[in-house]
């Protein structure tokens, strides 16, 4: 992980859009003034007969800040496993005694410590400037939710990580599924607006329910099933993405050995 931290100091302006300004014009700003466009007397009406609450920029910058550490997790690992293999580093890491886990998970880990502190400063903004309102004890309590996302995020990483092994070039396959990823999350909408059909396939997003249980604990929403419920479904869907993640990375990674593909550009 260190050495990937290292790297993105390397490259600041890289770094700041990755984590600060991609968030805010992709996400956060347009949510936002939608948003307020739809107003009425001051009151976020239709979000609070939705899901409870009408403090939309509260809501909307927990939905950025999940979108945002999965987004980074995600091109992290395939960013640093192309910059490796663009340098002719790859095959000479691959070579040494480090484990192949070490190599995603340090690239998840940098990815998450840049996007999550440039969240941080999001949300340090929404608060103090657009005036969210998170409860400080409903804080406290997400903090094991943030862990079990984390979790999930490896497992991302891992498929990231895999793609990258696989096809050289994964940008065009993993931007839009990431960014289909995070809106079926209920990053920018309530899940509620989905026909049923389309909700349940939400359902196997590890971001789904972290998302949904920060914004109960911390804005007083409602949750989309019972909270015990809830936190088992966390549970389940972050192992499973990490199991699933994992054993498809090593499949991959067997097979560009196998055939001699692991350097090829």
């Not at 509620?192 to 329910?209: K, Y």
């Not at 097979?255 to 001699?260: A, E, F, H, N, R």
């Given at each position: 992980m260190l050495r990937e931290l290292r790297v993105q100091w390397r490259y600041p302006l890289s770094m700041i859009n990755l984590v600060l300004l991609t968030p805010l014009y992709e996400m956060a700003i347009p949510t936002l003034l939608l948003g307020t466009a739809f107003l009425v007397d001051d009151s976020s009406v239709g979000l609070t007969r939705m899901v409870g609450t009408d403090d939309l920029v509260g809501w909307i910058g927990l939905g950025v800040l999940v979108a945002s550490v999965m987004t980074g997790a995600v091109r992290g690992v395939s960013g640093t496993l192309q910059s490796d293999r663009q340098t002719g580093a790859l095959e000479h890491?691959?070579?040494?005694?480090?484990?192949?886990?070490?190599?995603?998970?340090?690239?998840?880990?940098?990815?998450?410590i840049f996007t999550a502190g440039a969240s941080a400063l999001l949300l340090a903004f929404g608060i103090g400037v657009l005036g969210a309102d998170y409860d400080p004890t409903g804080v406290l309590l997400s903090l094991p939710v943030v862990l079990a996302l984390l979790v999930g995020n490896c497992g991302f990483g891992y498929l990231a990580a895999a793609a990258a092994l696989l096809l050289r070039r994964p940008a065009p396959l993993l931007d839009p599924l990431t960014g289909l990823a995070a809106a079926f999350s209920g990053v920018a909408f309530p899940l509620?607006?989905?026909?049923?059909?389309?909700?349940?396939?939400?359902?196997?997003?590890?971001?789904?329910?972290s998302l949904d249980l920060m914004r109960c604990l911390t804005l007083d929403t409602r949750t989309l099933v019972p909270l015990p419920y809830e936190v088992t479904a966390l549970v389940v869907t972050s192992l499973g993405f990490l199991l699933l993640g994992r054993r498809i990375f090593m499949r991959a990674q067997r097979?560009?050995?196998?055939?001699?593909?692991?350097?090829?550009?």
């Open positions: 890491s691959w070579a040494g005694p480090v484990s192949r886990d070490a190599f995603v998970l340090g690239a998840v880990g940098a990815g998450t509620t607006v989905l026909p049923e059909a389309v909700r349940w396939l939400t359902f196997v997003l590890p971001t789904t329910w097979k560009v050995q196998t055939t001699g593909a692991l350097t090829q550009f």
